[in-house]
């Protein structure tokens, strides 16, 4: 083969994965609405609020930043954002600090997981930017 037929193949496995990953991103943001929903419905219902979803902080993490693609949140904000999806941060001594512990180990790795940090007005905020 030569490069050129390479380079084809390449591009085409490129624009695979793009699209593949603009799908799951879209995927990811249904999961945290409809996990919104239940949430809301089951506080209605007078039913304990949480999902049982089975993620652990990080990934927990990552679902509230992914629904949230490209915004910039504050350590707050994804505790908040954790609230909303069900997530129960009751287990943790202290809710914030576990989540600004878990975002700053993901940003630390942003190749890994395309988690980002930066200064906003005083204050870090974090976010997901896929290549």
Known sequence: MTNEVYDKALQAALADLKELQ???MEIEKKIVSTKQII???RALLGKK???ESGLGLKEA???VLHAKIGDRLAVA???QG???IGFNTTAYANPTSAVKNTLDRL???P???DVESEMKDGKKVYFYMPF
């Open 82 to 84: 954790l609230g909303q």
């Open 49 to 51: 609020a949480e999902v």
């Open 111 to 113: 190749m890994k997981t």
């Open 77 to 79: 904000d994804v505790v």
């Open 61 to 63: 993490c990552l679902q």
């Open 22 to 24: 603009k799908q799951q």
């Open 39 to 41: 949430v809301s419905l």
């Open 107 to 109: 940003a630390k790795t």
